[in-house]
């Protein structure tokens, strides 16, 4: 009477990573997910190792976590891993406000994202 094996979400050469709650606005965190999309992971990790954003170094870890995971889990090759997807999505917004001259009040809106990276093995050509 044991519970049935879900189903993985993701192919059989993939594996992925997500992470949420980013104090990011998702525009921001998008710049980062389209520089590390389609490359091979130890190109994008040396990418994200010199990026100057504040937020690359949580982007890097987000895809350390995902070429751990198609390591350990998923057993793929991690020389032949490339970032097949990398997405960004919406998440909480803290509203923060500030008073103002004859007053009125001035709204600081707080963004938080959230980033799903995927990577794919692909046998490389001769």
Same mark, same amino acid.
């Given at each position: 009477?044991?519970?049935? $094996? ?11 990573? $997500? ?7 998702? /525009? ?10 389609? $490359? ?14 504040? @937020?690359?170094?949580?982007?890097? $870890?987000?895809? /350390? ?16 891993? @490339? ?44």
């Amino acid at each position: 009477m044991s519970k049935e $094996k879900n189903s993985r979400r993701v192919a059989d050469n993939e594996a992925m990573a $997500k992470v949420r709650m980013l104090r990011t606005s998702p /525009q921001k965190l998008n710049l980062l997910a389209a520089l590390i999309r389609g $490359k091979k992971v130890e190109k994008a990790l040396t990418d994200l190792t010199f990026s100057h954003k504040r @937020i690359s170094d949580d982007v890097r $870890k987000c895809l /350390q976590s995902a070429i751990a995971n198609a390591e350990n889990n998923h057993n793929l090759d991690v020389d032949e891993l @490339i970032v097949a997807e990398a997405y960004v999505g919406k998440n909480l917004t803290m509203k923060r406000g500030r008073p103002r001259a004859r007053g009125r009040f001035g709204r600081i809106i707080k963004p938080f994202s959230e980033l799903t990276i995927k990577v794919r093995q692909v046998e490389e050509q001769a």
